[in-house]
T-cell receptor
């Protein structure tokens, strides 16, 4: 499994953009980059995934470096509900084997 | 109603007791998973199942067993609970029919304390 490095914690203000970085320098060529988040007292929820191109969905954007050794999850306008632990997970094949690290704890200030 | 339901939500028990955690889903997904989460750590995979009666060990299967007798249900058992199995347990599902990418959908967890 590819190793990932994420900041332990980050802080943002409400309605401001947030950029959550992840380094995954040992990622294999076929691994997708998945992001999940875990809100307090809940199970993780899927946020977004990508392989090489930048991706957008209703929750967030994912920017992937050209060499794929790093990626950044972008929340365009943080809300209080976005306060959570964010996990970056490289995973290949059918994505059945997710390896969760410690993630980044995002605090959103009102 | 939740798509992935875990029961019980909380359980306190004693060392040596047999414990069963249940997971049921209404999503019609074929794949199911059990994870545990310790304080301050990420989730670790215990067992997973790709279909009824298919069982596969995950990263930390020792001390646990599972059963998948129906597509919608996946139960996790601790045959003889020990204190270091105190943790938050999550069940998840995914659908292999969606193709290569299958996001996992998680329940809200079972908090298990073993005294």
């Amino acid at each position: 499994d590819a190793k990932t490095t994420q900041p332990n914690s980050m802080e943002s203000n409400e309605e401001e953009p947030v950029h959550l970085p992840c380094n995954h320098s040992t990622i294999s060529g076929t691994d997708y980059i998945h992001w999940y988040r875990q809100l307090p007292s809940q199970g993780p929820e899927y946020v977004i995934h990508g392989l090489t191109s930048n991706v957008n969905n209703r929750m967030a954007s994912l920017a992937i470096a050209e060499d794929r050794k790093s990626s950044t999850l972008i929340l365009h306008r943080a809300t209080l509900r976005d306060a959570a632990v964010y996990y970056c997970i490289p995973s290949g094949g059918s994505n059945y084997k997710l390896t969760f690290g410690k993630g980044t704890l995002l605090t959103v200030n009102p | 109603d939740a798509d992935v339901t875990q029961t019980p939500r909380n359980r306190i028990t004693k060392t040596g007791k047999r414990i069963m955690l249940e997971c049921s889903q209404t999503k019609g997904h074929d794949r199911m998973y059990w994870y545990r989460q310790d304080p301050g750590l990420g989730l670790r995979l215990i067992y997973y199942s790709f279909d009824v009666k298919d069982i596969n060990k995950g990263e930390i299967s020792d001390g646990y067993s599972v059963s998948r007798q129906a597509q919608a249900k996946f139960s996790l058992s601790l045959e003889s609970a020990i204190p270091n199995q105190t943790a938050l347990y999550f069940c998840a599902t995914s659908d292999s029919r969606t193709g290569q990418f299958q996001p996992q959908h998680f329940g809200d967890g079972t908090r298990l304390s073993i005294l």
